[in-house]
């Protein structure tokens, strides 16, 4: 059996040949330099570049792995470009250039892809599945797939790694029978406990595995835990599959037995130390029901970012190609969707690593340490509760584990993405951080708007500038905000109307803005490494 190693990214999507991608990305340009024709996966995806933070060389021996993960569930079938390739922050995308990722040292997911698919009943129950090691950004086959391709139901993948061979066997998602599964994270201590959870499982579950990635051990597990449990998986359930609460029940009985082997290893004493913490954000389908999970083996740590989107259609907006240098549709096909909501139904459910687009009421943050289940266009959260579970909904917990781990965090009041990259960050940026030196030169400023039409309009924005150097203090970041309202409702509801003097809407709004604000700050703090003014 291959040596294991740790698995990395989860955002799941269809990439395939070698040669340049058939549609040009952001980073790539007429004029700029093109994608090789035979890329190896540690070759830079189109724009990269050999970043550094806070004057630390980004090597890629210092990097650890980090996955990009989406699920598709729809009351319709969608053309997979349609969420894979053209939104503007696609899981494509993401594979290059994560907007989440606040340690840009890791700058690609370039080990490796797959997309799994259910295809017309009258095929049969069990998926379609494409997995590639060749990076997602430059397989054309992707493109030639996707753009022909419908399903109602898409789990997408991207992956890195640092340790291991490059294989096919390790690309996610896995599959067994009607079963679909993969992964975002690592299991802790896992070299330690491999073979105490190999000997826990039953002969057909040890000898499916095929690759060395902790993640598909994992698969194996949970076939085993839903086998043990009563349930077959290689028998035919029916109509309506498994059922989700059988597929939660088999997913906790998962991640319950990882921890137990990690106990056994390390001791109780030690469980939730740097070496024993698991990340696991799973997801698993049988075709009709969805359960995903966002966990961290630590009460003091964050866990790996989940998003969740639903609403009854994913529209796209036609971006305006005459502010673009006059690009024409074939030179610029990334697009802005917007998820639609006309009634309080669910026709598409989106989960993803990090959002698809950069419409901020669109996402909604998955609480650490819960489970999400989508069963018949129904959205269900709730907690996994065990020695790592807290019922406090203010309990604060650090991302630097998750970071180290080349994961994106949010924080409970979700983090959002704007289309302005991240100051210092990104393809266009020498360094990793919200620098005064860099600030110098290019002030930034981000906005939030809110608009009812003819009613109300308003808008949130952050400065952000280098302060003053003094004697006793080297040069930082400071940043400034500012609110504006405007239209009928924003002077009753924001300014000095009837409403705006009382304590009611105002004082609630206000504090809504600490809020974020706070969050903010502290985002800022962990990019700056201190010396943030507000």
Request: charge should be neutral; glycine fraction near 8%.
């Amino acid at each position: 059996m291959a040596p294991s190693r740790p698995d990395c990214t989860a955002n799941a999507l269809l990439l395939s040949t070698a040669s340049p991608r058939p549609h040009p990305r952001p980073h790539d340009r007429p004029g700029t330099a093109s994608a090789r024709p035979h890329p190896r996966s540690h070759d830079r995806p189109p724009g990269a570049q050999h970043v550094q933070i806070h004057g630390q060389p980004a090597t890629q021996a210092t990097v650890r792995p980090a996955h990009e993960t989406q699920v598709y569930k729809g009351k319709d079938e969608i053309l997979l470009s349609e969420l894979i390739l053209h939104p503007s922050h696609s899981i494509l995308t993401q594979s290059f250039d994560s907007r989440l990722r606040l340690d840009r040292r890791r700058p690609h997911n370039g080990d490796g892809f797959g997309i799994g698919y259910y295809t017309s009943p009258s095929l049969g129950p069990e998926p379609c599945v494409f997995t590639s090691t060749i990076p997602a950004w430059n397989c054309i086959n992707l493109s030639r797939i996707a753009s022909k391709t419908t399903s109602s139901l898409l789990f997408a993948h991207v992956r890195a790694t640092t340790e291991g061979n490059l294989s096919e066997q390790n690309c996610h998602p896995f599959s067994h029978k009607r079963l679909l599964f993969m992964h975002n994270g690592g299991i802790g201590c896992f070299k330690q406990i491999k073979r105490r959870l190999a000997m826990s499982l039953n002969e057909q579950w040890f000898t499916l595995v095929q690759g060395s990635t902790d993640s598909e051990w994992a698969f194996a597990l949970f076939l085993d835990s839903l086998d043990k449990a009563g349930i077959s998986p290689d028998a035919e359930p029916g109509k309506g599959g498994f059922g989700h609460s059988v597929l939660r029940k088999a997913m906790l009985t998962t991640i319950d037995r990882i921890n137990g082997f990690i106990r056994d290893v390390v001791g109780e004493e030690n469980m939730g130390n740097e070496d024993s913490r698991s990340l696991l954000n799973f997801a698993v389908t049988d075709g009709e029901s969805v359960v995903c999970t966002r966990y961290v083996s630590s009460t003091t740590d964050e866990a790996s970012s989940l998003f969740f989107s639903s609403g009854t259609s994913w529209k796209q907006q036609k971006t305006d190609h005459g502010s673009h240098g006059g690009r024409s549709d074939a030179e610029d096909e990334d697009s802005n969707y917007v998820m639609e909501r006309r009634d309080k139904g669910s026709d598409i459910v989106l989960v993803a690593s990090e959002p698809l687009t950069f419409e901020r009421d669109n996402w909604v943050t998955v609480p650490t340490n819960s489970t999400l289940t989508i069963s018949k266009q129904t959205v269900m959260i709730h907690p996994i509760i065990d020695s790592f579970y807290s019922p406090n909904p203010a309990h604060e917990r650090s991302a630097g584990f998750a970071q180290a781990k080349g994961q994106t965090v949010t924080g409970p009041d979700k983090r959002v993405l704007t289309d302005t990259k991240t100051p210092g960050s990104g393809a266009d940026s020498p360094h990793g951080s919200l620098d005064a030196d860099e600030l110098e030169n290019t002030p930034q400023k981000f906005s939030w708007t809110g608009t009812i039409p003819f009613l109300f309009t308003g808008t949130h924005s952050f400065h952000f500038a280098p302060s003053s150097a003094s004697a006793q203090h080297a040069p930082s970041t400071t940043f400034t905000q500012e609110e504006t309202f405007s239209g009928a409702l924003g002077w009753l509801l924001m300014g000095d109307g009837l409403l705006g003097k009382g304590v009611g809407v105002k004082l609630k709004t206000r504090r809504a803005w600490e809020r974020f604000d706070r969050d903010l700050k502290s985002v800022c703090e962990s990019e700056v490494g201190g010396g943030v003014g507000k």
